[in-house]
DNA sequence: TCATTATGGAACATCAATGATCTATTTTGG
DNA sequence: CCAAAATAGATCATTGATGTTCCATAATGA
């Protein structure tokens, strides 16, 4: 069976209208997420199709936003998978995470940019389960007595995303290169919530 | 001399305007912090005034959303004064810091809520030298080889504003107490740039 | 009490983003 | 090369937020 087609998916999109559908949706979130405010008139532009095309994809500014955020959601959460976070030690496994997630930056910072937008991102992922991954990582980290248990961990999961997207700001805004905001933020986090036996240096 | 009164400011509004004004920044500060695009009606009928009465004391959307940034920065900007950043040691001075920025949480929430606002927020803190005060302190730890050096300080002060922000929110919706969340930014944020020294509970 | 000041609400004009429709062109895939 | 699919661009109606004006009331404070 072909490894890239779905088996049971219906109609199927063409190749070009898949293509111009992904130009649409990352365009927007890189864009929603420095203006929320842009208009569709210039994501159209920043996504090179006419204002008319978009239209043809998503009919209204809602259904546009949702596609974007339902998009930004699954991106996120087949780097996550591809993160393997049930292996390893669980401190190893973050610094996977941490590392994939920088790659993913543009859509983090998207989800993250807007309350409302957050909001309905988390509420699809109590759903659905998606993102839900890193809880477990870190429950699991926290039962193993790896992190700090004097924090519950949710907030551990908070900080981690805290940090996560501070990083990827820093890097957007072109404060810190890549490696060293990655470093930074690994950094700060591992003795953040105080991983047992993290002497020294995670470095490179 | 009278100490609240400004010798030469001019006319001087009237008690009553000045209660309307506080009235309208305030609860602008806390709509928009949830929702940015909160509607001028909404916001007026938040503030409990009427949409007319907002449009007489701000012209326009933009003149608002100006005085609401301005605002936010100066209450947080005076919260920071009175946190006495020059005095003690570093430490003990940015708990105290940190505690005082969970009182001003609506304002900093707000501040931190759009990339816009915050984009001018920032601009203005560094024509005026405002919020800077935080940032010398976190220079002055670095130099005291009290906070890791192995971090740039302005990566620290990353650091410090996404847990604040991190910690405010979860108080804010509620997913944790306030002392909870105060202590948990606390020993998340000073284990993070790992204070020399600082073995174990910051608690109450 | 009375003049002043501040307010609320209705009513209206404006405007920009939106969304819908149509047509001419281009691109795709066979 | 050709039919089908996809697109761009122009045009137009709609709509909701905005900003403005006017007037009647209410609060203030001397």
Not at 3 to 15: C, D, G, L, M, Q
Not at 72 to 85: G, H, K, T
Not at 87 to 99: E, G, K
Not at 183 to 192: A, F, I, K, Q
């Amino acid at each position: 069976m072909p490894s890239t087609v779905p088996p049971h998916a219906a109609p199927a999109e063409s190749r070009v209208r898949a293509r111009t559908r992904r130009a649409i949706l990352t365009a927007a979130a890189s864009l929603l997420a420095r203006n929320r405010g842009a208009t569709l008139a210039e994501i159209a532009e920043a996504a090179d199709v006419g204002r008319t095309s978009l239209h043809r994809y998503f009919p209204d500014r809602e259904s546009l936003i949702n596609a974007v955020i339902q998009d930004s959601a699954s991106v996120m959460s087949q780097a996550i998978q591809e993160a393997r976070l049930d292996d390893d030690d669980p401190v190893q496994t973050l610094r996977r995470l941490v590392a994939t997630m920088f790659d993913v930056g543009d859509h983090l910072l998207f989800l993250f940019s807007d309350p409302g937008v957050r909001a309905t991102f988390e509420n699809l992922s109590e759903q659905g389960a998606r993102t839900d991954a890193v809880a477990r990582l870190i429950e699991r980290g926290c039962a193993e007595g790896v992190f700090d248990s004097k924090v519950s961990s949710a907030w551990i999961e908070s900080v981690f995303w805290a940090l996560i997207y501070a990083g990827c700001d820093a890097v957007h805004k072109g404060r810190l290169p890549r490696h060293q905001a990655l470093n930074s933020v690994l950094r700060s986090l591992e003795n953040g919530i105080r991983i047992k036996g993290a002497g020294e240096e995670p470095d490179v």
